[in-house]
């Protein structure tokens, strides 16, 4: 999965990438181009499968993954660095989720890009940026289609192309009236038809309102100003989260104290960043492995198998399925067997965040 963190110049972006990626590239030697961004693969924090390979002493504890994605600031308008633009839009297409980071501090020494501060303005500015993205997109594509449709074409071909047609007047007309592309493209075979095109509008989100130290005591209040958003909603200091993730480990919780915070808010943000993006994670566990594996939200289990190998989901037969919190309580497969709360499932079965499960095939 690779997550794009997405915003205004000076928006605090790559403050933020640092946090969430601990630091695993050197911004500042090497800052992010509109056609060269900074990537880094991050592990997803799971204490699920840290217990699951400590319980069956696992020579192996894998977690899942992602790629994150750092890009300049988007610059509105025409002012200096506008023209990095486009090449930043063809990046953000390419990513399966977008995180929008949104200033919400105060510092002199960095004026914002746009005068004030105002977060619900840039989410405005962004969402807009993006919708006119989409529309440029869907209206050059209607173009062509509307193009080859005045030409003699087989019959299956020209449905294709006219169902495709049809599907575009309504994306349109979504984006004319503001709207994002995300519920009209539900279907998997309006997916599959339009699935290069990478509308932004059609991507998860997830909003992070980047504040000072003082805006952690405001996190209610400053969630607010947003309005109704259909993304979830973090606040996270990332400068300060930045800094501390560059101390040792044993000196952090000193300076989570001072800012009257438990933990990180950047790996709360992680933990929950797959959740927030439609996706859930399964488990498996031996005495080789303990693996912590993400599918989308929805995923039967033959999918499920299919994430593991595909010779797993060719020669399904059935899934053994334990919920964690089931194992974790009783502490043991044995107990849990004894307790009936081990299922038998067949391919249809929906997986759930959390489920541990053995595939039985045969090929």
Not at 123 to 133: G, K, N, P, T
Request: with cysteine; net charge negative; aromatic share 4%.
């Amino acid at each position: 999965m690779r997550v794009a963190l997405t915003g205004l110049s000076l928006s605090g972006k790559t403050a933020l990438f640092n946090a969430l990626s601990s630091h695993a590239i050197d911004s500042a030697a090497h800052p992010a181009r509109g056609d060269q961004p900074n990537l880094a693969s991050v592990r997803i924090p799971d204490e699920r499968v840290d217990w699951l390979s400590q319980l069956n002493a696992s020579k192996k504890c894998t977690h899942a993954m992602m790629e994150l994605m750092d890009l300049p600031g988007l610059v509105l308008g025409g002012g200096p660095g506008s023209a990095e633009r486009p090449r930043i839009i063809a990046q953000l297409r390419q990513a399966d989720a977008l995180v929008y980071c949104l200033r919400a501090f105060d510092n002199s020494s960095v004026p914002p890009a746009l005068g004030t501060v105002d977060a619900a303005r840039e989410l405005r500015d962004l969402r807009s940026e993006f919708l006119l993205a989409d529309l440029e997109t869907v209206m050059r594509r209607q173009e062509k289609v509307e193009s080859n449709l005045k030409k003699p074409l087989p019959k299956k071909e020209r449905d294709q192309y006219q169902r495709e047609h049809d599907l575009l007047v309504k994306l349109q007309t979504a984006l004319e009236q503001e709207e994002s592309l995300r519920p009209l493209l539900e279907r998997p075979e309006d997916q599959a038809m339009l699935s290069g095109f990478g509308f932004l509008t059609q991507k998860p989100g997830i909003i992070v309102l980047n504040v000072d130290e003082q805006g952690l005591s405001k996190a209610d209040e400053l969630r607010s100003q947003l309005g109704d958003t259909e993304m979830p909603v973090f606040v996270i200091c990332a400068r300060a989260e930045s800094d501390i993730l560059e101390l040792p480990e044993e000196d952090r919780e000193v300076f989570l104290e001072e800012l009257g915070m438990e933990r990180l808010a950047s790996q709360d943000l992680l933990r929950n960043i797959g959740a927030a993006l439609d996706q859930i994670v399964f488990l498996t566990m031996g005495p080789d492995e303990s693996r912590a594996w993400p599918i989308p939200k929805g995923s039967s289990a033959v999918e499920a198998a299919g994430a593991i190998h595909s010779d797993l989901a060719r020669g399904f037969i059935r899934a053994e399925v334990i919920n964690y919190d089931d194992l974790k309580e009783l502490g043991s497969e044995k107990a849990v067997r004894a307790a009936g709360k081990q299922r038998l499932e067949g391919k249809e079965y929906t997986v759930q965040d959390g489920d541990i499960l053995v595939i039985r095939f045969s090929v």
